[in-house]
């Protein structure tokens, strides 16, 4: 079980109504989680700034499966980089394209520099990171 | 086999030098190769504007897996958005985390909705959402 | 005088630790303060995907003042957007380079026409857009 | 005069029919313009990494002018930070709110820490920082 705390907050009127209307249509039930995931969000930004930080990374790209093996590829540069790739996840867009998610553990600037190599691949169309954590 | 086109582009050349460098840095083997990445993610990030585009999303997201019961709750909300969930990607990060990847497919208005009513669920402690298309 | 409201948050004192740690980091004397930022920017973000929504933007360049006559196809420009052009901020950087800051208001979506107009003509090295509001 | 350089770029005929629509609605008038623009981008994105680059930077905020002694307080605050103040742009918004636009000049992190300490100010709704160099 984890320790709950509680504090006070002052705003004005109107700034929260906005507020409760917002997270209200976002889906949010309470005010708390809405802001718990906002302080999540923000500590997650800055926690991304130091690339000696462990995080957790997914690489979503595009690829035409008909360029070249980048199965063997994606084993190759591996040895060269600190950061370690989970799992990866595979889906058939159409005939020409897959798409691939590559979830990587690591430093930030590991994972970033691994995701740069991937990305720079020929073949991929578009990758784009997103840095997570398991520690907030 | 896809139709290629050849074009001249002219730049100065102190800033191609550091274009040069720059992209080496990150992996690419030739200019076109990056020219084409670069031109590729300014379509996709103009294509997402519009929330009536198709495309293609993975939304990341860290959970407290203690937390109720996630995967019946992602049922009954796929039947309230009129996007489609294509694969679910699960990693066990530590006792209490788990890493999900969702692969969603439809508007880019429906997919945005859709992360949205997942990341405010409780138990979601981040969540993000990558947008990507097939079609460039 | 603006009506204050005072509502309770509860959150994990492990993320409440992070929190407070990250914010007198920042510089802020309390947790109110912050929330309060957070929860506006959060709004802002929000406010900026609909292109018909009032906002005031500040568009960033750089360019060479050496290139075309930038003050009257500013005037030209205008005459063809809807979006207003507030006041421009103009500081010498070196021998080359100019830095200018116009200020914009109206129509999020004219805004952002009327910088990617200016942004697109020749001279103008880096253009950056922020948007932001006074009714939050 | 600068040197300028010519190469060539291959590419799918359909991506760049995408891109020639693109960016005439951007208002290019050619496509190198256009890449100059994307290549120029791209390397800023990457050099503002580096928090030891100098860089120039534009803060708008959004404050109440009712609430305490900013410009003090501005003042105050640069003697504590490495960053240089080059020039404040001032606007009126309406009866409560200002607009100002601080253009700032120095290493990334030196803006950057004082881009925070400025939007932690009390009274300060809404602050974003642009950085951009002259050096590209």
Do not use: W
């Amino acid at each position: 079980m984890e320790n709950i705390s509680r504090f006070g907050v002052s705003i004005e009127s109107k700034l929260l109504k906005k507020f409760d209307i917002h997270i209200k249509k976002e889906g949010y039930s309470n005010r708390s989680e809405a802001l718990r995931d906002l302080i999540r969000k923000d500590l997650i930004i800055e926690q991304q700034k130091d690339p000696n930080e462990e995080s957790i990374g997914t690489l979503t790209m595009i690829y035409d499966h008909h360029t070249g093996n980048l199965t063997n590829k994606l084993l190759d540069i591996q040895h060269d980089h600190n950061a370690e790739i989970l799992t990866t996840t595979h889906v058939h867009i159409d005939h020409h394209n897959c798409l691939e998610v590559i979830v990587l553990k690591g430093k930030t600037g590991n994972i970033q520099r691994l995701a740069d190599t991937i990305r720079s691949l020929k073949g991929i169309k578009h990758g784009e990171l997103v840095l997570t954590t398991s520690t907030i």
